[in-house]
């Protein structure tokens, strides 16, 4: 699994710091985590095939999380897309992709599936397959915004060539039903059990994504024991008055969620456009005084997420 930043800024656009955009590239799938402007421009330079994007998640309709929606809508015709896109957010999300597309008269050549969320001030699952699922979770922002959370299910434990050996299971196709967790059968009749080969189950990866919010502490178990939180830090603590009224997090108050959360990484995010390259040292000096293990994250900047066996 590896995770994208493709924007890193708040609010507008800057030179060399577009809008914010999260990537999730997980086994060649492609998933989007808010789509500020300028996120073609990323995609391109990091040649990711946005084709293979297969599912974005909204976490509000401010524009500077939204704007660069109409350019990958029109972008995924040209690139002869089979499969449908799949978009998820908070109600809105569907006024405004449908009015892009009909103010832009848009050439749409492929399924657009639009999920706005039921009930978004409750944590739910949002999207789910065999192998993962996707949680939001209620944000305290000027209008209705969701944090998200990608859980890896539980994969299978290790298989024991030896111990299949050992118990007289023939190599081939009995091996791969056992790996996947079916019981076999010998010929003598003997029924042999995945837990007699198998070690035990694994746990998989966990990422959380957080922009725009007030600083609530009930963010923190929704994004617990995560491999990275990336989350917004749009303000230095001097001015946490300011963060408060217009419902924006301090990067101090953000790593107190990292560290409650006892999650490894924490990326900063969403930056204030006030400050200047040099002036961000400040928020990320804060943020490690509560959570050492803290990191301005960068347009284009990509964090690669092993499994921990």
Request: charged content about 25%.
């Amino acid at each position: 699994m590896e995770v994208y930043v493709l924007g890193c800024g708040g609010m507008m656009p800057l030179p060399g710091r577009h809008l914010t955009s999260v990537l999730v590239r997980r086994d060649g799938e492609l998933l989007l985590f808010d789509c500020g402007e300028s996120t073609q421009v990323s995609l391109k330079r990091l040649n990711l095939k946005w084709k293979k994007i297969s599912t974005i998640f909204i976490s509000h309709t401010h524009a500077d999380h939204v704007t660069g929606l109409p350019g990958i809508l029109m972008l995924s015709a040209q690139v002869d897309r089979d499969e449908p896109l799949t978009i998820i957010g908070p109600k809105k999300i569907r006024d405004y992709i449908e009015s892009s597309i009909n103010v832009l008269d848009m050439y749409i050549n492929y399924e657009i599936i639009i999920k706005e969320l039921d009930e978004p001030e409750k944590p739910g699952i949002v999207w789910e397959n065999d192998e993962y699922y996707v949680k939001s979770f209620p944000l305290d922002h000027s209008k209705v915004c969701v944090g998200y959370t990608l859980i890896e299910k539980e994969r299978p434990g290790e298989f024991f060539p030896e111990k299949a050996r050992e118990l007289s299971v023939p190599v081939g196709p009995m091996w791969s039903k056992l790996q996947s967790g079916e019981s076999v059968c010998l010929e003598d009749g003997t029924e042999i059990l995945p837990s007699q080969v198998m070690g035990n189950m694994r746990k998989g990866r966990k990422f959380s994504f957080v922009t725009d919010t007030a600083y609530l502490p009930s963010i923190a178990p929704e994004i617990s024991n995560s491999d990275l939180l990336i989350c917004e830090g749009m303000f230095e603590e001097a001015l946490i008055d300011s963060a408060r009224e217009k419902k924006h997090m301090t990067s101090k108050q953000a790593a107190k969620i990292a560290k409650d959360g006892r999650v490894k990484q924490l990326g900063l995010i969403h930056f204030s456009p006030r400050y200047v390259e040099r002036d961000l040292q400040r928020l990320l000096t804060e943020a490690q005084t509560v959570f050492k293990n803290t990191i301005l994250t960068r347009d284009r900047m990509c964090f690669n997420l092993p499994y921990e066996d």
